[in-house]
Protein backbone atom coordinates (compact mmCIF):
# COMPACT_ATOMS: atom_id res chain seq x y z
CA UNK A 1 0.00 0.00 0.00
CA UNK A 2 0.80 3.49 -0.89
CA UNK A 3 0.36 6.52 1.68
CA UNK A 4 -0.28 10.05 0.66
CA UNK A 5 -1.60 13.09 2.48
CA UNK A 6 -3.15 14.23 -0.79
CA UNK A 7 -4.63 12.17 -3.73
CA UNK A 8 -5.94 13.90 -6.68
CA UNK A 9 -8.56 11.98 -8.60
CA UNK A 10 -8.43 13.03 -12.49
CA UNK A 11 -5.60 15.99 -14.05
CA UNK A 12 -7.32 18.54 -15.85
CA UNK A 13 -7.52 21.86 -14.66
CA UNK A 14 -9.36 21.57 -11.38
CA UNK A 15 -6.90 18.71 -10.61
CA UNK A 16 -4.10 20.49 -11.22
CA UNK A 17 -4.91 23.49 -9.59
CA UNK A 18 -6.27 21.84 -6.24
CA UNK A 19 -2.79 20.04 -6.44
CA UNK A 20 -0.94 23.37 -6.71
CA UNK A 21 -2.82 25.35 -4.06
CA UNK A 22 -2.43 22.48 -1.34
CA UNK A 23 1.46 22.09 -2.33
CA UNK A 24 1.24 25.77 -1.83
CA UNK A 25 -0.57 25.70 1.50
CA UNK A 26 1.98 23.41 2.99
CA UNK A 27 0.68 19.98 2.05
CA UNK A 28 3.98 17.85 -0.02
CA UNK A 29 3.03 14.71 -0.46
CA UNK A 30 0.51 14.78 -2.99
CA UNK A 31 0.00 12.18 -6.53
CA UNK A 32 -2.46 13.27 -9.32
CA UNK A 33 -3.93 10.06 -11.15
CA UNK A 34 -4.92 10.59 -14.00
CA UNK A 35 -6.31 7.85 -16.73
CA UNK A 36 -5.48 9.66 -20.01
CA UNK A 37 -1.64 9.58 -21.22
CA UNK A 38 -1.08 13.18 -20.35
CA UNK A 39 -2.56 15.84 -18.11
CA UNK A 40 -4.67 18.85 -19.23
CA UNK A 41 -8.31 17.06 -19.49
CA UNK A 42 -10.64 18.24 -22.03
CA UNK A 43 -8.77 21.63 -22.42
CA UNK A 44 -6.13 19.39 -24.73
CA UNK A 45 -8.44 19.16 -27.56
CA UNK A 46 -10.74 22.41 -27.15
CA UNK A 47 -8.32 24.68 -29.68
CA UNK A 48 -10.20 27.57 -29.55
CA UNK A 49 -9.40 30.38 -27.94
CA UNK A 50 -11.21 31.68 -25.31
CA UNK A 51 -9.82 30.74 -21.89
CA UNK A 52 -8.00 32.50 -19.48
CA UNK A 53 -8.98 35.95 -19.97
CA UNK A 54 -10.46 36.22 -16.11
CA UNK A 55 -7.33 34.40 -14.75
CA UNK A 56 -4.67 34.87 -16.55
CA UNK A 57 -5.89 38.02 -18.52
CA UNK A 58 -5.17 36.62 -21.64
CA UNK A 59 -7.14 35.16 -24.35
CA UNK A 60 -5.48 31.77 -24.72
CA UNK A 61 -6.31 28.25 -26.22
CA UNK A 62 -7.04 25.34 -24.43
CA UNK A 63 -3.89 23.51 -24.79
CA UNK A 64 -1.92 26.57 -24.26
CA UNK A 65 -4.00 27.16 -20.52
CA UNK A 66 -3.70 23.62 -19.52
CA UNK A 67 0.03 23.92 -20.61
CA UNK A 68 0.63 26.68 -17.75
CA UNK A 69 -0.38 24.69 -15.33
CA UNK A 70 1.43 21.12 -16.87
CA UNK A 71 4.72 23.64 -16.46
CA UNK A 72 3.48 24.75 -12.54
CA UNK A 73 2.95 21.03 -12.00
CA UNK A 74 6.38 19.75 -13.23
CA UNK A 75 8.05 22.75 -11.34
CA UNK A 76 6.57 21.75 -8.15
CA UNK A 77 7.80 18.17 -8.56
CA UNK A 78 3.96 17.15 -8.19
CA UNK A 79 4.13 13.75 -8.44
CA UNK A 80 1.99 12.33 -11.49
CA UNK A 81 0.95 8.81 -12.74
CA UNK A 82 -1.00 9.22 -16.12
CA UNK A 83 -2.64 6.43 -18.11
CA UNK A 84 -3.81 5.16 -14.70
CA UNK A 85 -8.14 4.83 -13.69
CA UNK A 86 -9.14 5.03 -10.43
CA UNK A 87 -11.64 2.44 -9.81
CA UNK A 88 -12.86 2.80 -6.78
CA UNK A 89 -12.39 4.70 -3.26
CA UNK A 90 -13.33 3.00 0.24
CA UNK A 91 -15.09 4.47 3.11
CA UNK A 92 -11.91 4.90 4.91
CA UNK A 93 -10.21 6.95 1.87
CA UNK A 94 -7.85 4.36 0.20
CA UNK A 95 -7.88 4.67 -3.38
CA UNK A 96 -7.31 1.80 -5.62
CA UNK A 97 -6.46 2.40 -9.47
CA UNK A 98 -4.64 0.23 -12.14
CA UNK A 99 -2.40 0.90 -14.84
CA UNK A 100 -0.17 -1.26 -17.06
CA UNK A 101 2.78 -1.22 -15.46
CA UNK A 102 1.84 -1.63 -11.90
CA UNK A 103 -1.59 -3.62 -12.10
CA UNK A 104 -3.77 -2.71 -9.55
CA UNK A 105 -2.15 -0.38 -6.83
CA UNK A 106 -4.11 0.81 -3.44
CA UNK A 107 -2.88 4.14 -2.16
CA UNK A 108 -3.54 5.13 1.98
CA UNK A 109 -4.59 9.13 1.34
CA UNK A 110 -5.26 11.66 4.58
CA UNK A 111 -7.76 13.44 2.17
CA UNK A 112 -8.96 13.16 -1.66
CA UNK A 113 -9.81 15.62 -4.45
CA UNK A 114 -12.26 14.38 -6.73
CA UNK A 115 -11.70 15.99 -10.13
CA UNK A 116 -13.31 13.94 -12.91
CA UNK A 117 -14.48 16.33 -15.05
CA UNK A 118 -17.69 15.23 -16.82
CA UNK A 119 -18.75 13.35 -19.76
CA UNK A 120 -21.69 14.16 -22.71
CA UNK A 121 -24.82 13.22 -22.63
CA UNK A 122 -24.96 10.10 -25.16
CA UNK A 123 -27.42 9.39 -28.01
CA UNK A 124 -29.16 6.45 -25.54
CA UNK A 125 -30.51 9.20 -23.52
CA UNK A 126 -32.59 11.15 -25.95
CA UNK A 127 -34.89 9.14 -27.60
CA UNK A 128 -34.67 9.72 -30.97
CA UNK A 129 -36.74 6.85 -33.29
CA UNK A 130 -35.07 5.54 -36.04
CA UNK A 131 -32.28 3.39 -37.61
CA UNK A 132 -29.07 2.89 -36.18
CA UNK A 133 -26.84 4.31 -39.03
CA UNK A 134 -23.34 5.26 -38.91
CA UNK A 135 -22.64 9.08 -38.50
CA UNK A 136 -24.44 10.13 -35.46
CA UNK A 137 -21.92 11.08 -32.46
CA UNK A 138 -21.78 13.55 -29.54
CA UNK A 139 -20.18 16.80 -30.79
CA UNK A 140 -17.00 16.27 -28.23
CA UNK A 141 -16.15 12.70 -29.89
CA UNK A 142 -16.41 14.62 -33.26
CA UNK A 143 -13.75 17.63 -31.77
CA UNK A 144 -11.22 14.66 -30.66
CA UNK A 145 -11.49 13.20 -34.72
CA UNK A 146 -11.15 16.69 -36.05
CA UNK A 147 -8.51 18.23 -34.07
CA UNK A 148 -6.55 15.31 -32.29
CA UNK A 149 -6.77 12.63 -34.69
CA UNK A 150 -7.19 14.90 -37.72
CA UNK A 151 -10.34 13.47 -39.92
CA UNK A 152 -12.89 14.72 -40.80
CA UNK A 153 -16.22 12.66 -39.56
CA UNK A 154 -18.43 14.07 -42.15
CA UNK A 155 -19.30 16.56 -45.11
CA UNK A 156 -23.17 17.40 -44.51
CA UNK A 157 -23.65 17.90 -40.94
CA UNK A 158 -26.79 19.20 -38.57
CA UNK A 159 -26.06 19.52 -34.96
CA UNK A 160 -28.92 19.12 -32.18
CA UNK A 161 -28.57 21.24 -29.32
CA UNK A 162 -26.76 24.49 -28.67
CA UNK A 163 -24.37 24.02 -26.20
CA UNK A 164 -20.93 25.09 -26.00
CA UNK A 165 -19.15 22.22 -28.08
CA UNK A 166 -21.91 21.71 -30.55
CA UNK A 167 -21.47 25.60 -31.57
CA UNK A 168 -17.78 25.66 -31.16
CA UNK A 169 -17.62 22.13 -33.69
CA UNK A 170 -20.18 24.10 -36.31
CA UNK A 171 -17.23 26.40 -36.82
CA UNK A 172 -14.82 23.72 -37.10
CA UNK A 173 -16.35 21.57 -39.22
CA UNK A 174 -17.27 24.86 -41.69
CA UNK A 175 -13.51 25.80 -41.50
CA UNK A 176 -12.15 22.21 -42.26
CA UNK A 177 -14.65 22.37 -45.36
CA UNK A 178 -17.56 20.34 -44.49
CA UNK A 179 -21.31 22.17 -44.91
CA UNK A 180 -23.11 22.75 -41.42
CA UNK A 181 -26.92 23.14 -42.31
CA UNK A 182 -28.73 24.01 -39.38
CA UNK A 183 -27.98 24.05 -35.20
CA UNK A 184 -31.46 22.75 -33.70
CA UNK A 185 -32.30 23.54 -30.00
CA UNK A 186 -35.13 22.11 -28.50
CA UNK A 187 -35.57 24.95 -26.22
CA UNK A 188 -36.90 28.27 -26.97
CA UNK A 189 -33.61 29.77 -26.07
CA UNK A 190 -29.82 28.61 -26.59
CA UNK A 191 -27.78 26.84 -23.95
CA UNK A 192 -24.37 28.41 -25.35
CA UNK A 193 -22.70 31.43 -24.52
CA UNK A 194 -23.98 34.15 -26.48
CA UNK A 195 -20.19 35.09 -28.08
CA UNK A 196 -20.46 31.39 -29.42
CA UNK A 197 -23.28 32.53 -30.98
CA UNK A 198 -22.14 35.08 -32.63
CA UNK A 199 -18.54 34.03 -33.72
CA UNK A 200 -19.15 30.38 -34.87
CA UNK A 201 -22.81 30.72 -36.37
CA UNK A 202 -23.56 34.13 -37.42
CA UNK A 203 -19.88 34.60 -38.86
CA UNK A 204 -20.98 31.66 -41.11
CA UNK A 205 -24.34 32.31 -41.87
CA UNK A 206 -25.44 28.71 -40.36
CA UNK A 207 -28.84 28.46 -39.01
CA UNK A 208 -30.04 28.27 -35.51
CA UNK A 209 -33.78 27.06 -34.71
CA UNK A 210 -34.93 27.39 -31.09
CA UNK A 211 -37.67 25.19 -30.29
CA UNK A 212 -36.92 22.76 -32.90
CA UNK A 213 -35.70 19.26 -33.05
CA UNK A 214 -34.46 15.76 -34.61
CA UNK A 215 -37.67 13.34 -34.52
CA UNK A 216 -36.72 10.63 -36.96
CA UNK A 217 -33.20 8.87 -38.91
CA UNK A 218 -32.93 7.78 -41.92
CA UNK A 219 -30.41 5.53 -43.48
CA UNK A 220 -29.47 2.32 -42.83
CA UNK A 221 -25.68 1.90 -42.99
CA UNK A 222 -24.43 5.42 -42.97
CA UNK A 223 -26.49 7.94 -41.95
CA UNK A 224 -28.99 9.67 -44.74
CA UNK A 225 -30.94 12.58 -43.40
CA UNK A 226 -32.86 13.77 -40.61
CA UNK A 227 -36.44 14.36 -39.84
CA UNK A 228 -36.99 18.17 -38.34
CA UNK A 229 -39.60 19.71 -36.26
CA UNK A 230 -41.01 22.49 -34.55
CA UNK A 231 -42.18 21.79 -31.24
CA UNK A 232 -44.52 23.09 -28.81
CA UNK A 233 -44.18 24.69 -25.33
CA UNK A 234 -44.26 21.40 -24.44
CA UNK A 235 -41.35 20.28 -26.20
CA UNK A 236 -43.70 18.16 -28.38
CA UNK A 237 -43.26 18.17 -31.98
CA UNK A 238 -46.41 19.97 -33.77
CA UNK A 239 -47.53 18.15 -36.71
CA UNK A 240 -47.19 19.40 -40.14
CA UNK A 241 -43.99 21.10 -39.11
CA UNK A 242 -41.73 18.33 -40.23
CA UNK A 243 -39.02 19.26 -42.53
CA UNK A 244 -36.97 16.20 -44.56
CA UNK A 245 -33.21 17.55 -44.17
CA UNK A 246 -30.12 15.29 -45.66
CA UNK A 247 -27.21 14.87 -43.97
CA UNK A 248 -24.69 12.33 -43.33
CA UNK A 249 -23.78 13.48 -39.75
CA UNK A 250 -25.36 14.23 -36.85
CA UNK A 251 -23.47 15.75 -33.86
CA UNK A 252 -25.59 15.77 -30.21
CA UNK A 253 -24.63 18.57 -28.32
CA UNK A 254 -27.25 18.29 -25.69
CA UNK A 255 -25.41 18.81 -21.94
CA UNK A 256 -23.15 17.65 -20.00
CA UNK A 257 -22.92 14.79 -16.84
CA UNK A 258 -20.76 15.11 -14.02
CA UNK A 259 -18.92 12.10 -13.54
CA UNK A 260 -19.91 11.00 -10.29
CA UNK A 261 -19.91 6.93 -10.42
CA UNK A 262 -16.68 6.67 -7.63
CA UNK A 263 -17.91 9.57 -5.66
CA UNK A 264 -21.85 7.77 -5.63
CA UNK A 265 -20.23 4.12 -5.42
CA UNK A 266 -18.10 5.84 -1.91
CA UNK A 267 -21.68 7.19 -0.01
CA UNK A 268 -21.02 11.02 -1.23
CA UNK A 269 -24.39 12.45 -1.15
CA UNK A 270 -25.16 13.71 -4.65
CA UNK A 271 -26.93 17.46 -5.45
CA UNK A 272 -29.73 15.60 -8.12
CA UNK A 273 -29.96 19.30 -9.73
CA UNK A 274 -26.29 19.61 -10.49
CA UNK A 275 -25.27 16.05 -10.78
CA UNK A 276 -22.49 16.75 -8.65
CA UNK A 277 -21.75 16.38 -5.03
CA UNK A 278 -23.08 18.51 -2.20
CA UNK A 279 -20.42 20.70 -0.54
CA UNK A 280 -19.85 23.21 1.90
CA UNK A 281 -17.71 26.34 1.24
CA UNK A 282 -14.31 25.04 1.06
CA UNK A 283 -15.50 22.43 -1.06
CA UNK A 284 -15.76 19.40 1.04
CA UNK A 285 -18.21 16.85 0.50
CA UNK A 286 -20.48 14.89 2.68
CA UNK A 287 -17.90 12.55 3.43
CA UNK A 288 -14.98 14.04 5.55
CA UNK A 289 -11.70 14.62 3.76
CA UNK A 290 -13.12 14.21 0.65
CA UNK A 291 -13.43 17.26 -1.40
CA UNK A 292 -14.79 18.04 -5.14
CA UNK A 293 -14.00 20.72 -7.52
CA UNK A 294 -14.43 21.64 -11.41
CA UNK A 295 -16.94 19.81 -13.57
CA UNK A 296 -17.27 16.91 -12.07
CA UNK A 297 -19.24 19.59 -9.08
CA UNK A 298 -21.07 21.99 -11.44
CA UNK A 299 -21.11 22.05 -15.11
CA UNK A 300 -18.97 25.27 -15.84
CA UNK A 301 -18.34 27.26 -19.22
CA UNK A 302 -15.23 29.34 -18.14
CA UNK A 303 -12.24 27.29 -17.36
CA UNK A 304 -10.89 30.52 -14.91
CA UNK A 305 -13.96 29.65 -12.58
CA UNK A 306 -12.42 25.93 -12.74
CA UNK A 307 -9.16 27.17 -11.76
CA UNK A 308 -10.40 29.20 -8.66
CA UNK A 309 -12.65 26.67 -7.24
CA UNK A 310 -10.07 23.88 -7.25
CA UNK A 311 -7.75 26.48 -5.42
CA UNK A 312 -10.73 26.69 -2.49
CA UNK A 313 -10.81 22.78 -2.50
CA UNK A 314 -7.05 22.23 -2.68
CA UNK A 315 -6.79 24.79 0.23
CA UNK A 316 -9.81 23.11 2.24
CA UNK A 317 -7.91 19.79 1.66
CA UNK A 318 -4.82 21.47 2.90
CA UNK A 319 -5.95 22.80 6.20
CA UNK A 320 -8.25 19.05 6.64
CA UNK A 321 -4.68 17.61 6.50
CA UNK A 322 -2.96 20.13 8.33
CA UNK A 323 -5.62 20.06 11.14
CA UNK A 324 -6.32 23.31 10.58
CA UNK A 325 -10.26 23.33 9.84
CA UNK A 326 -12.43 25.47 11.88
CA UNK A 327 -15.34 23.68 13.84
CA UNK A 328 -18.30 23.20 11.20
CA UNK A 329 -21.50 25.24 12.35
CA UNK A 330 -23.49 25.01 8.55
CA UNK A 331 -26.44 27.02 7.18
CA UNK A 332 -27.82 25.62 3.80
CA UNK A 333 -27.92 27.46 0.43
CA UNK A 334 -30.93 27.36 -1.75
CA UNK A 335 -31.90 28.46 -5.16
CA UNK A 336 -35.39 29.75 -6.12
CA UNK A 337 -38.32 31.51 -8.46
CA UNK A 338 -36.31 31.13 -11.46
CA UNK A 339 -32.62 29.88 -9.51
CA UNK A 340 -32.12 26.26 -10.48
CA UNK A 341 -29.11 25.46 -8.48
CA UNK A 342 -26.56 27.10 -5.83
CA UNK A 343 -23.07 26.10 -5.03
CA UNK A 344 -21.68 25.61 -2.25
CA UNK A 345 -24.97 23.69 -1.50
CA UNK A 346 -23.73 24.65 2.47
CA UNK A 347 -21.27 27.35 4.48
CA UNK A 348 -19.96 26.68 7.38
CA UNK A 349 -20.69 30.04 9.07
CA UNK A 350 -17.10 29.56 11.19
CA UNK A 351 -15.32 29.85 8.23
CA UNK A 352 -13.84 33.17 8.52
CA UNK A 353 -13.82 34.14 4.48
CA UNK A 354 -16.24 35.56 2.45
CA UNK A 355 -18.12 33.39 0.39
CA UNK A 356 -19.10 33.12 -3.22
CA UNK A 357 -22.39 31.65 -4.35
CA UNK A 358 -22.51 30.60 -7.70
CA UNK A 359 -25.64 29.78 -9.52
CA UNK A 360 -27.68 29.10 -12.47
CA UNK A 361 -30.71 30.37 -13.85
CA UNK A 362 -33.80 28.27 -15.57
CA UNK A 363 -34.37 30.77 -18.60
CA UNK A 364 -33.14 34.32 -19.67
CA UNK A 365 -33.92 37.37 -17.95
CA UNK A 366 -33.45 41.15 -18.93
CA UNK A 367 -32.70 43.67 -16.05
CA UNK A 368 -33.41 41.05 -13.59
CA UNK A 369 -32.43 41.96 -9.59
CA UNK A 370 -30.85 38.83 -7.70
CA UNK A 371 -31.92 38.70 -3.74
CA UNK A 372 -29.88 36.81 -1.03
CA UNK A 373 -32.04 36.08 2.00
CA UNK A 374 -32.56 34.45 5.18
CA UNK A 375 -35.39 34.25 6.69
CA UNK A 376 -37.50 36.16 5.04
CA UNK A 377 -35.03 39.46 5.46
CA UNK A 378 -33.15 40.47 2.53
CA UNK A 379 -29.27 40.25 2.67
CA UNK A 380 -28.35 41.66 -0.15
CA UNK A 381 -29.81 42.39 -3.36
CA UNK A 382 -27.76 42.80 -7.10
CA UNK A 383 -28.89 44.03 -10.65
CA UNK A 384 -28.14 42.19 -13.71
CA UNK A 385 -28.29 43.87 -17.20
CA UNK A 386 -29.31 40.09 -18.37
CA UNK A 387 -29.26 36.40 -16.85
CA UNK A 388 -28.75 33.40 -19.25
CA UNK A 389 -28.76 29.57 -18.16
CA UNK A 390 -25.66 28.94 -20.50
CA UNK A 391 -24.09 31.37 -18.37
CA UNK A 392 -22.95 30.71 -14.47
CA UNK A 393 -23.86 34.07 -12.05
CA UNK A 394 -22.31 34.63 -8.32
CA UNK A 395 -23.01 36.61 -5.71
CA UNK A 396 -20.77 37.05 -2.83
CA UNK A 397 -21.75 37.06 0.85
CA UNK A 398 -19.07 38.62 3.80
CA UNK A 399 -18.60 36.76 6.05
CA UNK A 400 -19.29 39.08 8.87
CA UNK A 401 -22.57 38.63 7.98
CA UNK A 402 -21.96 35.16 7.40
CA UNK A 403 -21.10 35.08 11.17
CA UNK A 404 -24.53 36.23 12.46
CA UNK A 405 -26.43 33.99 10.47
CA UNK A 406 -28.94 31.40 12.80
CA UNK A 407 -27.81 28.05 12.77
CA UNK A 408 -28.98 25.65 10.40
CA UNK A 409 -30.90 28.30 8.79
CA UNK A 410 -32.00 28.93 5.17
CA UNK A 411 -29.65 30.99 2.77
CA UNK A 412 -31.77 31.91 -0.31
CA UNK A 413 -31.06 33.13 -3.94
CA UNK A 414 -33.92 34.25 -6.32
CA UNK A 415 -34.28 36.21 -9.30
CA UNK A 416 -36.74 38.87 -9.76
CA UNK A 417 -37.73 41.23 -12.71
CA UNK B 1 -28.67 55.43 -34.73
CA UNK B 2 -27.97 52.69 -32.30
CA UNK B 3 -26.53 49.10 -32.72
CA UNK B 4 -27.39 46.36 -30.51
CA UNK B 5 -24.09 43.67 -30.46
CA UNK B 6 -22.50 41.07 -28.21
CA UNK B 7 -19.16 41.36 -27.28
CA UNK B 8 -17.25 38.70 -27.68
CA UNK B 9 -13.92 39.61 -27.08
CA UNK B 10 -14.15 37.37 -23.73
CA UNK B 11 -16.36 34.40 -23.02
CA UNK B 12 -18.69 36.92 -20.64
CA UNK B 13 -20.18 38.24 -23.51
CA UNK B 14 -21.91 41.70 -22.80
CA UNK B 15 -24.68 43.13 -24.34
CA UNK B 16 -23.08 46.41 -26.19
CA UNK B 17 -25.27 49.04 -27.22
CA UNK B 18 -23.32 51.44 -30.32
CA UNK B 19 -24.90 55.06 -30.75
CA UNK B 20 -23.54 56.10 -34.34
CA UNK B 21 -24.44 58.54 -36.57
CA UNK B 22 -25.75 58.96 -39.80
CA UNK B 23 -22.08 58.91 -41.32
CA UNK B 24 -21.32 56.01 -39.54
CA UNK B 25 -19.36 57.46 -36.89
CA UNK B 26 -19.26 55.91 -33.22
CA UNK B 27 -20.83 58.39 -30.68
CA UNK B 28 -20.59 56.02 -27.29
CA UNK B 29 -20.54 52.83 -26.51
CA UNK B 30 -22.62 51.18 -23.45
CA UNK B 31 -23.09 48.02 -21.83
CA UNK B 32 -19.21 47.02 -21.72
CA UNK B 33 -17.89 45.76 -17.94
CA UNK B 34 -13.97 46.51 -19.34
CA UNK B 35 -12.51 48.76 -22.06
CA UNK B 36 -11.64 45.89 -23.86
CA UNK B 37 -15.67 46.02 -25.35
CA UNK B 38 -14.61 49.28 -26.07
CA UNK B 39 -12.20 48.58 -28.26
CA UNK B 40 -14.24 45.29 -29.27
CA UNK B 41 -17.09 47.73 -30.71
CA UNK B 42 -14.79 50.27 -32.75
CA UNK B 43 -13.46 47.57 -34.66
CA UNK B 44 -16.63 45.70 -35.22
CA UNK B 45 -18.30 48.41 -36.92
CA UNK B 46 -15.20 49.33 -39.01
CA UNK B 47 -12.87 46.26 -39.53
CA UNK B 48 -14.03 43.17 -37.90
CA UNK B 49 -11.90 40.37 -36.83
CA UNK B 50 -11.41 37.21 -35.44
CA UNK B 51 -9.00 35.21 -33.54
CA UNK B 52 -8.29 31.95 -35.79
CA UNK B 53 -7.61 28.41 -34.17
CA UNK B 54 -7.65 25.26 -36.41
CA UNK B 55 -4.77 22.35 -36.77
CA UNK B 56 -1.54 22.05 -39.10
CA UNK B 57 -0.18 18.71 -40.56
CA UNK B 58 2.65 17.21 -38.35
CA UNK B 59 5.50 15.24 -39.70
CA UNK B 60 7.68 12.75 -37.15
CA UNK B 61 5.46 13.83 -33.87
CA UNK B 62 3.92 12.38 -31.18
CA UNK B 63 0.37 13.31 -32.53
CA UNK B 64 -0.22 13.69 -36.04
CA UNK B 65 -1.64 17.28 -35.78
CA UNK B 66 -0.48 20.03 -33.85
CA UNK B 67 -3.11 22.95 -32.82
CA UNK B 68 -2.64 26.36 -34.41
CA UNK B 69 -3.90 30.11 -33.75
CA UNK B 70 -2.98 33.54 -35.04
CA UNK B 71 -1.38 35.37 -32.87
CA UNK B 72 -3.73 38.05 -32.89
CA UNK B 73 -7.22 38.74 -34.06
CA UNK B 74 -7.29 38.51 -37.84
CA UNK B 75 -9.38 40.44 -40.52
CA UNK B 76 -13.01 38.04 -41.27
CA UNK B 77 -12.07 38.27 -44.61
CA UNK B 78 -8.92 36.89 -44.22
CA UNK B 79 -9.92 33.43 -42.19
CA UNK B 80 -10.57 31.22 -44.89
CA UNK B 81 -7.92 31.93 -47.28
CA UNK B 82 -5.43 31.46 -43.93
CA UNK B 83 -7.11 28.14 -42.99
CA UNK B 84 -5.75 26.68 -46.77
CA UNK B 85 -2.52 27.62 -46.28
CA UNK B 86 -2.49 26.57 -42.58
CA UNK B 87 -3.87 22.86 -43.80
CA UNK B 88 -0.95 23.24 -46.79
CA UNK B 89 1.49 23.00 -44.34
CA UNK B 90 3.34 19.78 -43.51
CA UNK B 91 5.61 20.51 -40.14
CA UNK B 92 8.41 18.64 -39.20
CA UNK B 93 8.45 17.96 -34.80
CA UNK B 94 9.99 18.78 -32.65
CA UNK B 95 7.42 21.90 -32.51
CA UNK B 96 7.67 23.83 -29.55
CA UNK B 97 4.15 26.02 -28.18
CA UNK B 98 4.60 29.58 -28.99
CA UNK B 99 6.92 28.68 -32.66
CA UNK B 100 5.79 30.83 -35.90
CA UNK B 101 4.62 28.66 -38.35
CA UNK B 102 3.92 31.29 -41.04
CA UNK B 103 4.92 34.79 -40.31
CA UNK B 104 2.71 37.61 -41.62
CA UNK B 105 -0.10 35.57 -43.07
CA UNK B 106 -1.48 36.78 -46.18
CA UNK B 107 0.38 40.58 -45.23
CA UNK B 108 -1.71 40.72 -42.14
CA UNK B 109 1.00 41.71 -40.12
CA UNK B 110 -0.14 38.66 -37.97
CA UNK B 111 1.86 35.80 -37.27
CA UNK B 112 0.15 32.05 -37.43
CA UNK B 113 1.58 29.68 -34.01
CA UNK B 114 1.82 26.70 -32.22
CA UNK B 115 -0.68 26.64 -29.66
CA UNK B 116 0.76 23.28 -28.37
CA UNK B 117 3.95 21.54 -27.75
CA UNK B 118 4.49 18.50 -30.27
CA UNK B 119 7.82 16.53 -29.16
CA UNK B 120 9.29 13.96 -32.03
CA UNK B 121 7.85 9.91 -31.79
C1 LIG C 1 -15.85 21.71 -26.06
C2 LIG C 1 -15.64 22.56 -24.86
C3 LIG C 1 -15.46 23.91 -25.03
C4 LIG C 1 -15.16 24.74 -23.95
N1 LIG C 1 -14.92 26.07 -24.20
C5 LIG C 1 -14.49 26.86 -23.18
C6 LIG C 1 -14.07 28.22 -23.43
O1 LIG C 1 -14.14 28.72 -24.57
N2 LIG C 1 -13.60 28.95 -22.41
C7 LIG C 1 -13.51 28.42 -21.16
O2 LIG C 1 -13.04 29.10 -20.25
N3 LIG C 1 -13.92 27.14 -20.90
C8 LIG C 1 -14.40 26.35 -21.86
N4 LIG C 1 -14.80 25.05 -21.60
C9 LIG C 1 -14.87 24.60 -20.21
C10 LIG C 1 -13.59 24.02 -19.60
O3 LIG C 1 -12.82 23.40 -20.58
C11 LIG C 1 -13.96 23.00 -18.55
O4 LIG C 1 -14.83 23.64 -17.66
C12 LIG C 1 -12.74 22.46 -17.81
O5 LIG C 1 -11.88 21.79 -18.69
C13 LIG C 1 -13.18 21.49 -16.72
O6 LIG C 1 -12.05 21.03 -16.01
P1 LIG C 1 -12.05 19.73 -15.12
O7 LIG C 1 -10.65 19.55 -14.67
O8 LIG C 1 -13.14 19.82 -14.14
O9 LIG C 1 -12.49 18.55 -16.09
P2 LIG C 1 -11.70 17.84 -17.30
O10 LIG C 1 -10.93 18.80 -18.10
O11 LIG C 1 -12.74 17.02 -17.99
O12 LIG C 1 -10.67 16.87 -16.56
C14 LIG C 1 -11.06 15.71 -15.86
C15 LIG C 1 -9.94 14.72 -15.93
O13 LIG C 1 -10.20 13.62 -15.05
C16 LIG C 1 -9.80 12.41 -15.67
N5 LIG C 1 -10.54 11.30 -15.06
C17 LIG C 1 -11.91 11.12 -15.05
N6 LIG C 1 -12.21 9.97 -14.39
C18 LIG C 1 -11.04 9.44 -13.98
C19 LIG C 1 -10.70 8.24 -13.24
N7 LIG C 1 -11.64 7.40 -12.82
N8 LIG C 1 -9.40 8.00 -12.99
C20 LIG C 1 -8.42 8.86 -13.42
N9 LIG C 1 -8.69 9.99 -14.11
C21 LIG C 1 -9.97 10.27 -14.39
C22 LIG C 1 -10.13 12.64 -17.13
O14 LIG C 1 -9.36 11.80 -17.98
C23 LIG C 1 -9.76 14.12 -17.31
O15 LIG C 1 -8.45 14.31 -17.72
C24 LIG C 1 -15.11 24.18 -22.65
C25 LIG C 1 -15.36 22.82 -22.47
C26 LIG C 1 -15.61 22.00 -23.54
C27 LIG C 1 -15.86 20.53 -23.29
S1 LIG D 1 -16.86 44.06 -22.45
FE1 LIG D 1 -15.13 43.13 -21.37
S2 LIG D 1 -16.12 41.77 -19.88
FE2 LIG D 1 -17.71 42.28 -21.38
S3 LIG D 1 -17.58 40.62 -22.91
FE3 LIG D 1 -16.28 42.28 -23.64
S4 LIG D 1 -14.25 41.74 -22.90
FE4 LIG D 1 -15.71 40.52 -21.71
Redesign the interface.
Known amino acids: MLNYDLVVVGGGPAGMAAALKAKECGVNSIIILERAETLGGIL ?1 QC ?4 FG ?2 YFNE ?3 G ?2 YA ?1 RFIDLVEQNEIEVKTDTMVLGISADNVVTATNNQEGIISIAAKAIVLAMGCRERPRGSLNIAGTRAAGIMTAGTAQKY ?5 YLPGKKVVILGSGDIGLIMAR ?1 MT ?2 GAEVKMVLELMPYSGG ?3 N ?3 CLE ?1 YNIPLKLSCTVIDIHGRERLEGVTIAKVDRNRRPIKGTEEYVACDTLLLSVGLIPENELSAAMGIEIDPVTGGPIVGENRETTHKGVFACGNVLHVH ?2 VDYVTIESQIAGEGAANYILALEEEAIYVTTKGIDGVRYVVPQRININSDKDVKLYFRVGQTYKNAKIFLENNEEIILSRRR ?2 LAPG ?1 MEDITIKSEVLRELPVNSELIVRVEV | MNKE ?9 C ?1 LVVELDKAGTILSVA ?1 NQCKRGNEYAITECTAPT ?2 L ?3 A ?1 VLGGI ?3 V ?1 V ?1 SAKPLP ?1 GL ?2 ES ?1 KLINALKIKAPIK ?1 GDVLIANVLDSGVDIIA ?3 CPKM
Open positions: EIHTGLHELSPEYVNIDGRLELTRIVQDDLPKE | MVCVACPIGSGRTTTTKTPLPRKLIVISNS
